[in-house]
């Protein structure tokens, strides 16, 4: 099985707790059994959500999640197959989007429209290797 990544960004509709919880829900539910891993950087300004599975399972996924109404301003980033999952461990790892990535005036300027799809696995890179082993 060959391993495909994408990764989106969006701006989250009416983002709260149970808002997030409830996506957290969907993906505990779906990634599992699409052998879907992956993270979602969150903050109510920014979702920034890497996805990676056999590709058929990723893009059936990611169509049902361009229809979501809790976000909008959907943008794909990066699609590419890849060698190896970058959070193996979890269906989805939820991680705040704090500053020392983008400011929130950098993301209202659009800049997650103009990094290069290096920076961007590289931020994800940084939130795996934060975590505990
Ligand atoms: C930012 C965001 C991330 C999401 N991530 C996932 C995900 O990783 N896996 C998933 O199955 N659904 C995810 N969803 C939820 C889907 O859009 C959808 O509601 C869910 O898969 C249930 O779809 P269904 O009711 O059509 O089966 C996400 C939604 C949003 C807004």
Redesign the pocket.
């Known amino acids: 099985m060959q391993l495909f990544r994408l990764i989106y960004c ?1 701006q989250p509709f009416g983002y709260d707790l149970p808002m997030l919880n409830g ?1 957290l829900a ?2 505990k ?3 599992p059994p699409n052998s ?1 891993t ?1 993270a ?1 950087i969150c903050r109510e300004d920014i ?1 920034l ?1 890497l ?1 990676e599975g056999p590709k058929e399972n990723i893009l059936l ?1 990611y169509s ?2 361009l ?2 109404d ?2 909008l301003n959907i943008k794909v980033l990066l699609e590419e197959f890849c060698e190896n999952r970058i959070f193996p461990q979890w269906h ?1 790892k939820d991680d705040p989007a704090r500053s020392w990535f983008w400011t929130k005036e950098q993301i209202h300027s659009g800049i997650l429209q103009t990094i290069s799809k290096c920076e961007v696995i590289d931020a994800f890179e940084k939130v795996a290797n934060s975590l505990p082993e």
Request: aromatic residues 10%.
């Open positions: 969006s996506i969907d993906a539910t779906y990634n879907i992956g979602l979702f959500q996805l996924t049902k999640i229809n979501d809790r976000h989805m």
